[in-house]
């Protein structure tokens, strides 16, 4: 278990305070459904992507953790269609010892696959040099990000579910945008950045153990048999 001073306490809580308070404030108007074609007019950069990387990083002051997201392009439904790889940059992460958490993100992850509303990061001066490429973030908060179910082939975003990705999703974002996305055909998700699978349990063993808190593994040690755990 980590000690630290109540000095290092009050900071940490400190942030975490000025973080949430900082993201309310700017994101308080995104707590009602924004229009898909509020979010297309408004992002110069629309693209299907799966979430290949992460990291986490101070800013140049230390006062702010950032975590970037490094995405895969596969199709590009508006903008520059000559990068291939992203990174979308949102406030809150954890470092070391330290964590911050900020509400009203989306919530990404490694293997999140999607299509991504977005614009070039207003304060990509504040990171250090080099620690981005191609720096983004996400127009209207959470509501940038559509999220793809891959097991069930459907998209949904927070207040919205828009059905099939193909027959659904991608008709709708071709409508707001006036013609045809573009396919990155050279790009190819690696095995890593797949959306991971629901574990399947096969069986376990032994059938019973004792109950309580009893320092024997030899009646007390149940093991697991599956796939995807």
Avoid: C
């Amino acid at each position: 278990m980590l000690h630290e001073s109540p000095r290092q306490i009050l900071i940490a809580y400190f942030l975490i305070i000025l973080s949430v308070f900082r993201t309310s404030i700017s994101h308080a108007q995104f707590a009602y459904p924004i229009s898909l074609h509020e979010r297309v007019e408004h992002s110069s950069l629309i693209i299907e992507g799966a979430v290949i990387n992460q990291h986490s990083f101070w800013d140049i002051n230390h006062r702010m953790i950032h975590t970037s997201s490094q995405v895969m392009i596969l199709k590009v439904f508006k903008g520059n269609s000559h990068i291939s790889v992203i990174d979308i940059v949102n406030e809150g992460g954890i470092l070391g010892d330290s964590a911050i958490m900020v509400s009203d993100i989306a919530n990404l992850s490694i293997g999140l696959k999607g299509v991504f509303f977005l614009n070039p990061d207003r304060i990509a001066l504040q990171y250090p040099n080099g620690i981005v490429q191609n720096p983004y973030e996400f127009v209207y908060s959470a509501q940038g990000l559509i999220s793809y179910n891959v097991i069930t082939q459907t998209a949904a975003d927070l207040f919205t579910n828009y059905g099939d990705i193909q027959n659904g999703l991608y008709r709708q974002i071709i409508h707001q945008t006036g013609h045809n996305y573009l396919v990155t055909q050279d790009i190819q998700v690696p095995n890593s950045a797949m959306a991971i699978q629901s574990p399947i349990i096969t069986g376990f063993s032994p059938s019973s153990v004792r109950a309580g808190a009893i320092l024997d593994s030899s009646n007390n040690m149940l093991t697991i048999y599956g796939t995807n755990l």
